[in-house]
C-alpha cells in the first residue's frame, strides 16, 4: 500500500512539475510556407530566455533567399555579411534585449524558385558570453526556424515588383487599343471627307453639263 501511495505522489509531483515548467521558445522565422520566386514579407521573432540580455543574433540566409530591403530597428545595429558571388550570407544585428523581452524584426526577401523546405539557422549570443545554436532539426532541443517552399502557398508579392511587371503589358495593351481606336475613327471621318468632296465634285458637273445644254 506504502509502495502505491509513494509512486502515485511521485507521479503527480513529476506532472505539477512538467505543468510548472515554462514552454521552451526558440527563434522563429515567419511565414511557415511560402511560394516559389515571391517576395516575401518575413519576420524574425527572438525570446530572451535567460536572466541576462541578450546582446546578439546572427541569421543565416538559406541558399536561395534574396534579401532587398530591412526593417529599421531601433537600438540596435544591423549588419549584412556577402558570400563570393555577392549573394546574402547572414544578417547580423547587436543591441541589448532584456530578459523575458521578445525581438521582432522583419525584412524582404525573394524566396528560391524551386520547392522544398528552407532552414533558418540562428545564433542568439548573451551579455554573458553564453551562445545558443538554433541550427538543429526539428525534434532537437534547440531547432533551426524552417519554411516550406511550395506553388501551393498564396503568393505575397511583397513589395510590389511583379505587379508593376504584370501591370506594365495590360497598360500597354490598353494604349494600343486606344490608338487602335483612334485610328479607326480617323479613317471614317477621312473616307466621309472623301465622299463628300466626290458629290460636290459630282455636283458641279452636273451643273456645267445642264448650262451647257441650255
Known amino acids: 500500500m506504502r509502495r502505491r501511495l509513494t509512486a502515485a505522489l511521485a507521479a503527480t509531483a513529476a506532472g ?3 505543468a510548472a515548467a515554462p514552454a521552451a521558445a526558440h527563434v522563429q522565422v515567419r511565414p511557415a510556407e511560402a511560394a516559389p520566386g515571391d517576395p516575401v514579407l ?3 521573432l527572438v525570446p530572451n530566455e535567460q536572466d541576462v540580455a541578450t546582446t546578439r543574433v546572427e541569421l543565416a540566409i538559406p541558399d536561395g533567399v534574396l534579401p532587398f530591403a530591412y526593417e529599421p530597428l531601433p537600438g ?3 549588419r549584412v555579411t556577402k558570400n563570393p558571388d555577392q549573394s546574402t550570407r547572414s544578417v547580423v ?3 541589448r534585449l532584456e530578459p523575458e523581452e521578445v525581438l ?3 525584412f524582404l526577401a525573394t524566396t528560391p524558385d524551386a520547392e522544398g523546405s528552407i532552414s533558418w539557422k540562428a545564433i542568439q549570443t548573451y551579455a554573458d558570453g553564453k551562445k545558443v545554436r538554433w541550427i ?3 525534434d532537437t532541443e534547440e531547432p533551426a526556424a524552417v519554411t516550406q517552399i511550395t ?3 498564396p503568393r505575397e508579392n511583397a513589395g510590389g515588383e511583379a505587379a508593376a511587371a504584370e501591370a506594365t503589358p495590360a497598360g500597354a495593351a490598353e494604349q494600343e487599343q486606344e490608338q487602335e481606336d483612334e485610328g479607326g475613327d480617323g479613317l471614317a471621318i477621312a473616307a466621309l471627307a472623301v465622299g463628300l468632296l466626290a458629290l460636290v465634285v459630282s455636283g458641279v458637273a ?3 453639263a445642264r448650262g451647257r445644254r441650255g
Open 76 to 78: 540596435w545595429t544591423r
Open 136 to 138: 538543429g532539426g526539428p
Open 16 to 18: 505539477v512539475a512538467l
Open 104 to 106: 521582432s524584426t522583419q
Open 42 to 44: 518575413w519576420t524574425v
Open 151 to 153: 506553388a501551393s502557398a
Open 206 to 208: 452636273l451643273l456645267r
Open 93 to 95: 544585428w547587436t543591441g
